[in-house]
């Protein structure tokens, strides 16, 4: 099947300035989705809900990642209006920055209690490896089994600090590919579509092995995310909206039981999630992406329930990447501190209910998150080209368009 290119989808997740997962500036811009907002908003709560209790359920109540790779496909498509090398290297220049930060910061202070040339058995590679702290076509190296910092991190931090580092990879190579993707979606969409689901069905019956550990690695990122970035993409060509109604509802079910099944049969649970099986999360992260895809209200304005959350959601999008890179370091911090608690008397003898349960931690976690917010967002508006703002919840928008609408208001007058 052969779909001639259709004009583009006005409902992306962005403006033409804005890219996933940096994000966008202010809660008014035209244009702008804010269900696509809400839906990232969700993505990250709900990554950082996981990352700190890893209740295997989570990832089929919402599974984020392909939710955010999603979003992200849907407006590099939207993008891809200008030319392909313009619009790649402005994506780059927006993830980049704020990793440069995140790796100077962590990666001193691996060095400063140990890790160097020595961690690799050879100079020359170690070095080497460090240069995908700047251009991370492949996993960023870390110090394994670091000491922590008593009383404050926990042991073996730098695992945690390097965690959510894997998406920025798989990002990366999503937008180098995206050009090429885009093409192949419009010449034929279905197979285009399908090939990562394939990909990902092949690599678990065993019929592709790949030797060594990175070029398998990235190829099970892409199999199993690579079908939602394509789906975000087709979403923005209007190539979902030209089925008959009724083929998603029908087909979106069938796939995601499949996911279950497969993901049932191969022990599914704690310690053993979606992220354990690739297969599982491919097909029931494409049935989820398609199905909130096909229901997108396209909200140019918040609907009057969601209005009080308008700020809190702004500020999530507008900080995508400094949350979504520090907040294992914030939840390991959080929890380390929150164990002292058991030192005080009045709290393990009254309140051990408290210091039992997950929910004192997410909210310490999210304190913290708001720290890095403060201390570190700005490197996302300078990769933006943006006057850098403390606390981007899209108040200063407001004031601006409101003072806009004054000066306009007296000049009618």
Not at 112 to 121: C, K, N, R, S, V
Not at 294 to 299: A, N, T
Not at 355 to 369: H, N, Q, Y
Request: net charge positive; proline share 9%; hydrophobic share 45%.
């Amino acid at each position: 099947m052969t779909v001639p290119p259709p004009a583009p989808s006005t409902t992306g997740s962005g403006t033409e300035g804005t890219a996933e997962p940096t994000a966008p500036e202010g809660s008014g811009k035209p244009g702008r989705d804010r269900y696509f907002d809400f839906l990232r908003a969700i993505a990250l709560f709900r990554v950082v809900l996981y990352h700190l209790t890893g209740w295997a359920w989570l990832p089929l109540v919402f599974p984020s990642m392909g939710v955010m790779f999603a979003l992200a496909g849907n407006l590099m498509a939207r993008s891809l209006r200008r030319p392909p090398v313009q619009v790649i290297r402005s994506r780059i220049r927006r993830l980049l920055p704020p990793l440069w930060l995140f790796g100077a910061i962590g990666v001193t202070g691996m060095v400063m209690q140990g890790w160097g040339p020595d961690a690799e058995g050879h100079p020359f590679w170690w070095w080497g490896h460090l240069a995908f702290w700047i251009l991370p076509l492949s996993d960023p190296p870390y110090g394994e089994g670091l000491p922590g910092i008593h009383g404050l991190i926990g042991e073996n931090w730098a695992a945690d600090f390097a965690g959510p580092l894997w998406y920025i990879r798989a990002y990366l190579w999503y937008v180098l590919l995206s050009p090429v993707l885009l093409k192949a979606l419009r010449a034929v969409p279905v197979v285009t579509i399908l090939t990562p689901l394939a990909l990902s069905a092949a690599f678990s019956q065993g019929y592709l092995e790949l030797p060594g550990e990175r070029i398998p690695s990235a190829l099970t990122d892409f199999s199993t995310f690579g079908a939602c970035w394509i789906l975000g993409m087709a979403y923005q060509e209007g190539i979902l909206q030209r089925l008959p109604r009724y083929i998603v509802p029908s087909v979106a079910p069938v796939v995601g039981a499949m996911g279950l099944w497969y993901a049932f049969s191969h022990d599914f649970g704690p310690g053993n999630d979606l992220d354990s099986i690739p297969f599982a999360q491919a097909l029931w992260s494409f049935a989820t992406v398609l199905m909130l895809l096909h229901i997108s209200p396209s909200w140019s304005e918040w609907p009057r329930r969601l209005r009080r959350w308008d700020r809190p959601i702004t500020l999530l999008n507008s900080r995508a990447v400094t949350v979504y890179l520090w907040s294992n370091m914030c939840i390991l911090v959080a929890a380390t501190l929150w164990d002292h608690l058991w030192n005080i008397d009045l709290m393990w003898r009254h309140f051990s209910w408290l210091l039992e349960s997950p929910w004192g931690v997410l909210a310490f976690t999210w304190v913290l998150i708001g720290g890095c917010i403060v201390a570190f967002g700005w490197a996302e508006d300078l990769a933006a080209k943006r006057k850098p703002e403390l606390w981007p919840d899209g108040r200063r928008s407001a004031r601006s368009r409101s003072r806009t609408s004054s000066r306009s208001g007296a000049r009618r007058a």
